[in-house]
């Protein structure tokens, strides 16, 4: 059986939340997958390494700040070894009030991760938002799935059921069950 991380950090609670409904959808279309959903609170290198395929998810905050838990994982994070890891990001930010830092965060990270061996999945268009920069983004794409529950909430199920399958097919995880 293949195994997920799905490792999240949050303060409101939003991040939490979806990473929930990710890990429940994952589930429902791919029932012998099993994801382990991980707060990243006091989490060490080796509770990550341990898994091949990782989801994370990070909010970020004001003028692209690192939500405090990721913050003070980046040692722990910069020690793992990504080569032969498949990762897949999801973040949520403020197009509008922070338009020059939306979902800075998992840009931060991803760059961490491809630096140290890891291979980036899940990439998804910036054409439908309205934002100015992004650490996230790379031409017309960003390195995972932003969302933006402050402005665009009613998107944010559909975006994630259409990123989902994306994520497991890159991942070597959907086969078949199309």
């Given at each position: 059986m293949a195994s997920i991380g799905l490792f999240?950090?949050?303060?409101?609670?939003?991040?939490?939340?979806?990473?929930?409904?990710?890990?429940?959808?994952?589930?429902?279309?791919?029932?012998?997958?099993?994801?382990?959903?991980i707060e990243i609170y006091q989490r060490k290198a080796a509770d990550m390494a341990q898994y091949d395929f990782l989801i994370i998810g990070q909010p970020t905050w004001y003028d692209g700040e690192l939500q405090g838990d990721w913050e003070e994982f980046i040692p722990e994070f910069e020690a793992i070894d990504f080569s032969g890891k498949q990762l897949a990001f999801f973040g949520l930010g403020d197009q509008y009030g922070y338009a020059a830092y939306f979902c800075d965060a998992i840009g931060v990270y991803a760059d961490m991760a491809e630096n140290q061996g890891g291979t980036l999945h899940g990439f998804t268009s910036a054409l439908d938002y309205e934002h100015d920069f992004s650490k996230a983004q790379r031409g017309d794409q960003f390195v995972g799935l932003c969302l933006d529950i402050d402005n665009q909430d009613e998107l944010t199920e559909d975006r994630i059921k259409e990123w989902i399958p994306e994520v497991l097919s890159s991942f070597g995880l959907w086969d078949a069950i199309l």
């Open positions: 999240y950090g949050t303060d409101t609670g939003n991040t939490e939340q979806v990473a929930e409904n990710i890990k429940s959808l994952i589930e429902k279309i791919k029932p012998e997958v099993q994801v382990d959903l």
